[in-house]
């Protein structure tokens, strides 16, 4: 169940963390780009301005008209991209010349066999070519493979290979009309059966070849586009040739030069005619014919690289801008609104578009959390603060910026409207020095220590440039003045240390102001006189907003500041008066007390103001009734001797639940309220448990109904009030106390209280115990100094000693089976507290 319990705490604190943090992310973000959220309403055309508005600092404005018209022209210059591909000539080149040859050498083969070889021969006679050479043999059965006429001379004569008849080889003419599909598909064109049969008749020569080469070369060569109507729409600028292959770019303006596809093939005959005088005129038809069906365009428009390129010159011309400077006027009290002043009016209130201002705020929110979380995981681990503290620390944290970034924008639009108000002579810079940014640092420092203020004055600075975009001078100045204004408010107890720290940073302030005009070349007289004048009121300021605000962070957080406690301290204080008078006999003890923890806090490094103030109320529970507890009977009865041991263990018991219900009545805060319900911690009340075993025998009696609640001690000085409450009240059983006899009652309680771990949890060292005895042996020495020894020793009734109290038996309590679990420890302490 408590691990439950625990769970479920642990899971509440982390989703109380992340909600913070995301809350200051996204009031970051509206704070640094306000119109995410809220649009403004601008001027429309046509529009009666009402009131001036002047531009509260230089900026650009775009020259739309010039900027188009420098675009256009731009656009307007790039010339039309045409590809030039020679591979193609080329490569139709390679497969005229391969078909052709591939024909040709049947016929070659079969004249230089002869007509005799062919006969007796067939099989050599039929040979095609290697590259041909199953397209040229004779179709075969599907079933078997083999041609029919070889099957039947197979079965005509199975037994002898001798015997078997030879089938007549194919001629040329033959093998060359089976080869007409391959023919055709390597040239890419088709052939008539008319055709085709007069280059079988000149046996596909050179003849043939030859020209459609050549003239097919020439006409290529010259340059053949696809459609010239659309090319010469560029024939005044001319255009861009881009070699394919080469990658090389020529501008060319001879546009009429290149052939347009009929045009290129009318060439053919022209250029054909004086070639082919000499041959018959199927032979030159043909040439031409196949020529003709073979030219290709080999110059192409490429319109995506010509758009690309368009794409790229209007890219390349950037905005033609003109300079508004701060203070000019952009729009006057009852002009219409022309289209110039709208232009500016929009370049001042949007510099960057929506997707880029969200994604700019998303990275500055995301940078601060990210800070702020670092910041706060070193500082809760180097404070160890209790992990039911830290989401109340982060969440101080958290509305300090929130505060803070209200203030920076606030001062932001002060500042624009005394810029276009021309309230300022030059610029409206100088009220930045004037925001209090120091006062987060100085409340986290009041509240948390100056280790968590050094890192807040980092955080808000960082915050504080983000929202003056990224002003590298004005981080210096606010984390150097939050630095220092924590530094000059530690160990505040006074109010008056407020404004003196105030004062001080003030004149910091100028210093620093002075330096940053330095810095940045502003060194008009005017400027810096300003400038000094807003960062000595903004130091002023840090001062009194810091004292206005400490009192509402205490009631709505429940800290407590050293001028609170100090408050608290004092002996007027209703609650320590009515203990004066109602319990004095505990008042005395805790005031006494009070002086002991004060004393040793000095020595061990802790808050002896805090640790004295919850000294004085660890034992406000004992008002309800005062008469139950030894120090406060005054008629010698004791009201416990008619009570069941249980009974009066119950009632000692309930003095811790009766003093914190009363500090929360009254408001003490959380570290007082600790300190009353840890400074007994889980101790045993020996002499009732003892008292109830002689009673009831100790089979019957429950150890644990006669200790304390706890928890133990869970800080140091909530250890301090635990040792000198039980040191206190053990001296007074002293009958001779000298300094030895207190010196060995001292060290011998301590040991007992750290040998039953009731300090395992506040972080109290060996050395810190050695220098709270020293300092506890000091304090008593000077109560009990001087005493008159008395002949008769006082009377001892009940087991208890003079003005001892039931629930504080130092001298004979022992701490219950622990004390047996440890007495290996017993020893280590015996030297405590000694020079």
């Known amino acids: 169940m408590n691990m439950n319990i625990k769970a479920t705490g642990i899971d509440r604190n982390i989703l109380v963390r992340w909600g913070v943090l995301v809350g200051i992310a996204l009031i970051f973000i509206v704070a640094l780009y306000p119109s995410l959220v809220i649009k403004q309403q601008g001027y429309k055309l046509g529009d009666v301005a ?52 591939l024909i040709r050498s049947l016929y070659s083969a079969a004249d230089a066999t002869g007509p005799e070889s062919v006969e007796t021969q067939p099989e050599a006679a039929s040979a095609p070519p290697p590259d041909t050479k199953i397209a040229a043999s004779p179709p075969s059965s599907p079933e078997t493979g083999t041609s029919p006429e070889g099957k039947q001379a197979t079965e005509a004569a199975p037994g ?159 905005p033609i801008l003109y300079q508004i400077k701060a203070g000019e006027m952009i729009l006057r009290e009852g002009e219409r609104v022309t289209p110039v002043q709208i232009r500016k009016l929009n370049a001042m209130q949007d ?44 969440l101080l944290v958290g509305c300090l910026l929130v505060i803070l970034m ?181 008042y005395h003890h805790s005031i006494i007390v009070g002086s002991l923890v004060e004393a040793a806090a000095v020595e061990i490094g802790a808050n002896p103001l805090l640790a004295k103030v919850c000294a004085y109320y660890h034992d406000i529970g004992k008002i309800d009734k005062p008469l139950y507890f030894i120090e406060n009977q005054r008629d010698g009865k004791n009201r416990h001797d008619k009570l069941a041991p249980s009974m009066s263990s119950l009632i000692l018991i309930s003095h811790i639940k009766h003093g914190v219900e009363i500090a929360s009545k009254n408001k003490l805060g959380k570290q007082i309220t600790d300190a009353i319900r840890q400074h007994h911690g889980t101790s045993l009340i020996r002499y009732f448990y003892d008292k109830a075993k002689q009673l009831r025998g100790e089979e019957n009696v429950k150890i644990d109904d006669f200790r304390y609640p706890g928890p133990k001690p869970q800080t140091r000085e909530a250890g301090l009030v635990m040792l000198a409450d039980v040191v206190e009240a053990a001296s007074r059983t002293l009958e001779m106390p000298t300094p030895a006899r207190i010196q060995g009652l001292v060290q011998n309680l301590i040991s007992k209280i750290f040998s039953d771990g009731q300090l395992d949890n506040c972080e109290l060292t060996l050395k810190d115990l050695h220098n709270i005895a020293k300092s506890f042996n000091k304090i008593l020495n000077g109560i009990y100094h001087h005493r008159i020894e008395y002949s008769e020793s006082p009377a001892l009734g009940n087991g208890r000693g003079k003005d001892a109290s039931p629930d504080r038996q130092p001298a ?24």
């Open 812 to 835: 004979k309590q022992e701490n219950g089976p622990a004390e047996k679990d440890k007495a290996g420890r017993k020893g280590h302490l015996r030297r405590l507290g000694m020079s």
């Open 160 to 318: 002898s290979a001798a015997e078997t008849p030879t089938a007549p080889a194919p001629s040329p003419d033959e093998q060359a009309l089976q080869l007409k599909p391959d023919f055709e598909k390597m040239l890419g064109i088709t052939f008539s059966d008319d055709e085709y049969r007069i280059l079988m008749k000149e046996k596909f020569s050179g003849t043939i070849s030859g020209p459609v080469i050549h003239i097919y070369r020439e006409v290529q060569n010259n340059g053949v586009v696809a459609n010239k109507e659309l090319l010469l729409k560029e024939l005044e600028r001319g255009i861009t040739l881009r070699n394919i292959q080469t990658k090389s770019e020529q501008t060319v303006d001879s546009l009429r030069s290149y052939y347009g596809l009929d045009q290129a093939k009318t060439m053919v005959r022209i250029i054909g005619d004086p070639l082919l005088k000499d041959i018959g005129y199927q032979q030159r038809d043909l040439i031409v014919a196949i020529v003709q069906r073979l030219i290709s365009p080999n110059i192409t428009l490429n319109k995506s690289e010509t758009e690309e390129r368009k794409k790229e010159a209007r890219a390349a011309i950037k």
């Open 351 to 394: 510099l960057v578009h929506e997707d880029q201002i969200f994604a700019q705020g998303l990275g500055a929110g995301l940078i601060l959390v990210s800070l702020m979380m670092s910041l706060f995981l070193i500082y809760s681990n180097s404070s160890k603060m209790p992990q039911d503290e830290q989401y109340k620390h982060l």
């Open 406 to 586: 209200i203030i920076v924008k606030a001062s932001m639009m002060f500042s624009e409207t005394m810029a276009l108000q021309g309230s300022l002579p030059e610029s409206n810079h100088s009220v930045y020095f004037g925001i209090p940014i120091a006062v987060g640092s100085t409340i986290i420092c009041l509240f948390l220590g100056l280790e968590g203020a050094m890192g807040f004055s980092l955080l808000s600075a960082v915050m504080a440039t983000i929202l003056f975009q990224n002003r590298i001078d004005l981080f210096i100045y606010y984390y150097l003045n939050s630095i220092l204004a924590a530094y000059w408010i530690q160990n505040c107890r006074e109010r008056k240390v407020f404004i003196q720290a105030g004062l001080k940073l003030g004149v910091f302030n100028i210093a620093i102001a002075a330096a940053i005009c330095l810095y940045t070349t502003e060194l008009s007289a005017i400027n810096m006189l300003w400038n000094a004048a807003f960062a000595f009121l903004g130091g002023i300021g840090v001062g009194i907003i810091a004292l206005g605000l400490a009192p509402l962070v205490e009631i709505g957080f429940g800290f407590k500041t050293d001028i609170t406690l100090l408050e608290l301290a004092n002996l007027d204080q209703p609650i320590l008066k009515k203990l004066m008078i109602d319990a004095p006999g505990t």
């Open 50 to 101: 009402e009131r001036n508005i002047k531009a509260p600092k230089d900026f650009l404005v775009e020259d739309q008209e010039a900027t188009e018209e420098k675009r256009t022209q731009a656009v307007n210059s790039v010339l039309t991209v045409y590809d030039y591909d020679k591979q193609i000539t080329t490569n139709t080149i390679q497969k005229i010349t391969q078909a052709f040859t």
